[in-house]
């Protein structure tokens, strides 16, 4: 095998156009382009530390034929459907991602999931934009391919031990995603992609011999002297299997409280709270791309900020989470009577807003354990929730502010043109938190003016509340085996169990569990 590695650095308007890539790898490798078989591109990710912002790419070109696991394989999904089942409870991306690999491994996936479809989604989701009507079972959060479908798509992941990230990425794109994500540095589908991928993956389950339900919620646990034999729905049928997959997302707090009506062991763990800043991507771009205009080439810029704050003697971290750059603020309340917001991107990112979360992390410490026991964060959230939801007057309009306004203690005058479509109310965001949060926030937001000028400033709003960060509980499991510490042939899995943060993450973690199934069923056949 003949093969020569590069790293070159371009222009973006040279490194984002495939066929001017091509042609400034073969140049760089200094061969012929008829002895060039194969070019493996790498990573690409843009550099914006020096007065031109450049763009990074790595590649490997085969001068013979490359072994075959470099090129982007075709995973196979062989017929189960008289196969042992497998209970799945929920259709997110670890639900998913663990019935496909429950196929390759002989298993077949019952896919259980509380909400609608991802086309009928659409319906419930203008309901929430237009009407103020949140739909308990089928809005941001629930539904198929779960919350990261509606809500921006990032496949950015820093948990690369947990699990094969690629592989994760090329069973994307063998699902329709473009082969864009297998070497950006930072991977994004877009929200208006991704609901015909999750319909191929859903597809691929079900000519498999597998399963996918919908309006499917489960209301009790089949146990067995604590072992799981299968759940109940809310129509009354009964599913029953080998075991159960719990992959609910980090939103389900009706499953939070039926694990812990029904003694199965739950724990509270330390999330984050806070609110989403939404500023105009030129401002971003500026700062970050030094110029007043990116062009048509270079993505639209985002940012990390983070920032340790100190109040009675606590030290808690502030900082940025899921930021979406050129994105849209979108209502994510699970239940009326609540307000909560979150981010979301196209694939084109060409929106004229940037907008991120900025939390503030909560520990156990913070919570009131005595009273609500291992669901004291879930109550935290609940209780924010509905602050924001009656402040702002009883819809899914948000209470938001002026940026610098809420550093200053000023009641904001008038808001800035938004993304959120429920519209905003200026209200004292500082009298919406308690007064150890708004006072982190306001320093937090200090500190980051600090480190990107203009941050601070009222060119841009702050809009609340940004609170499902990640769940406020964790289901304890085995680390070996990875079923529940407490009930056999129970997996809990992705976010919603405390093990993942984002669709990649959930991803290999629900492939983790499908193995760690397969490998207990055939031992035990």
């Known amino acids: 095998m003949r093969k020569k590695e590069l790293e070159i650095v371009l222009d973006p308007e040279v490194a984002f156009d495939a066929a001017q890539l091509e042609q400034e790898l073969i140049k760089s490798a200094q061969v012929q382009p008829d002895q060039v078989k194969y070019i493996h591109r790498l990573k690409r990710s ?22 075959t696991e470099v090129h982007s394989p075709v995973y196979k999904y062989p017929d189960v459907s008289d196969k042992k089942e497998v209970i799945i409870v929920g259709a997110g991306p670890a639900g998913l991602f663990a019935a496909l ?95 015909k ?29 604590n072992v799981m034999k299968g759940v109940t729905t809310q129509d ?11 992959a609910t997302g980090h939103s389900a ?72 750059p050129g994105g849209f603020i979108v209502p994510s309340a699970t239940a009326p009577g609540e307000v909560v917001v979150n981010g979301m991107s196209p694939s084109r990112r060409d929106s004229k ?49 002026l940026l610098q306004d809420f550093t200053n ?10 993304s959120y479509q429920p519209g905003l109310v200026a209200v004292d965001m500082n009298k919406l938190f308690s007064e150890d949060m708004a006072y982190r926030l306001r320093e937090g937001f200090k500190a980051f003016g600090n480190k990107m000028r203009g941050f601070l400033s009222n060119e841009a709003q702050i809009i609340g509340v940004e609170s499902r960060t990640s769940s406020p509980v964790r289901i304890p499991r085995n680390k070996e085996t990875l079923e529940h510490i407490q009930v056999s042939n129970l997996y809990p899995c992705g976010e919603g169990a405390g093990y993942a943060g984002g ?21 035990a056949s």
């Open 46 to 67: 843009i550099d914006a530390r020096g007065r031109q912002v450049l763009a990074r790419v790595r590649a490997d070109i085969y001068l013979d034929t490359p072994p």
């Open 253 to 324: 707090r009706d499953m939070f409280e039926l694990l812990h009506q029904q003694g199965i062991t739950i724990e509270a763990k330390p999330f984050a709270m806070g609110v989403r800043v939404e500023h105009q991507q030129q401002f971003i771009d500026s700062v970050q791309y030094k110029c007043e205009d990116r062009g048509p080439y270079l993505p639209a810029s985002s940012y990390s900020l983070v920032q340790q704050t100190v109040y009675n003697n606590k030290q808690r971290g502030i900082f940025s989470f899921c930021m979406c």
């Open 197 to 225: 991928i999750i319909e191929a993956i859903r597809e691929t389950v079900r000519a498999a011999g597998g399963e996918v339900l919908f309006d499917k919620r489960v209301t009790s646990f089949i146990l067995e002297n």
């Open 353 to 401: 807003f940037a907008n991120s979360g900025i939390v503030v992390a909560i520990e156990l410490e913070d919570m009131e354990l005595e009273k609500y026991g291992p669901l004291a964060g879930l109550h935290m959230q609940q209780e924010l929730e509905r602050k924001a939801c009656e402040m702002a007057g009883g819809t899914q309009a948000a209470p938001a502010q």
């Open 409 to 418: 203690k000023k009641v904001s005058k008038n808001l800035l043109e938004t």
């Open 236 to 246: 009354g049928q009964r599913y029953t299997g080998e075991s159960v997959i719990l």
């Open 503 to 523: 669709i990649v993450s959930a991803a290999m973690d629900g492939e983790r569990c499908a193995e760690m199934v397969a490998i207990k069923v055939n031992q």
């Open 101 to 195: 690999r429950c196929i390759e491994l002989g298993l077949k996936p019952i896919v259980l999931e509380r909400g609608k479809d991802v086309r009928s989604r659409r319906r419930d989701l203008a309901a929430i934009n237009k009407e103020h009507i949140v739909n308990p079972d089928s809005n941001y959060c629930f539904g198929e391919g779960g919350a990261g479908t509606y809500s921006d798509g990032k496949l950015y992941t820093r948990s690369k031990k947990r699990g094969d990230l690629q592989r994760i990425l090329q069973i994307f794109v063998q699902h329709g995603a473009t082969p864009d994500i297998l070497f950006d540095a930072h991977p994004h589908i877009g929200t208006n992609k991704l609901p």
